[in-house]
Nanobody, 127 residues
Framework: QLQLVESGGGLVQPGGSLRLSCTAP????????IGWFRQAPGKEREGVSC????????KYADSVKGRFTISRDNAKNTVYLQMNSLKPEDTAVYYC????????????????????WGKGTLVTVSS
């Protein structure tokens, strides 16, 4: 059973940066589109950014455009989310999800239909 594992969360001050990683130990993610989602307390889970299996297509939520960058290193079987200029409203549990050969549009516009989910990593932006 493929298991996604997120890492890199933590406490950071406003304006700071974090890099999240998503990997699947023992499994090949080459044919999976990967998405980062987040869920803040009392809110619904939302799509943050998604990347196609090849890495050639990406999509971002309007709230993170220009601040977050998604990338993948298939040789390392890892997808990254570089988060810069963090704001308190970015505070949430961040999850990665995988979907077989999905488009980024299909990945990021809804939270159902994913093949696999990670357990999440908490990002707290606070002074």
């Amino acid at each position: 059973q493929l298991q996604l594992v997120e890492s890199g969360g933590g406490l950071v001050q406003p304006g700071g940066s974090l890099r999240l990683s998503c990997t699947a130990p023992g499994f090949n993610l080459d044919y999976y589109a990967i998405g980062w989602f987040r869920q803040a307390p009392g809110k619904e889970r939302e799509g943050v950014s998604c990347i196609s299996s090849s890495g050639g297509s990406t999509k971002y939520a309007d709230s993170v455009k220009g601040r977050f960058t998604i990338s993948r290193d298939n040789a390392k079987n890892t997808v990254y989310l570089q988060m810069n200029s963090l704001k308190p409203e970015d505070t949430a549990v961040y999850y990665c999800a995988a979907r077989w050969l999905a488009t980024v549009q299909a990945m990021c516009t809804k939270t159902n239909g994913m093949d696999y989910w990670g357990k999440g990593t908490l990002v707290t932006v606070s002074s």
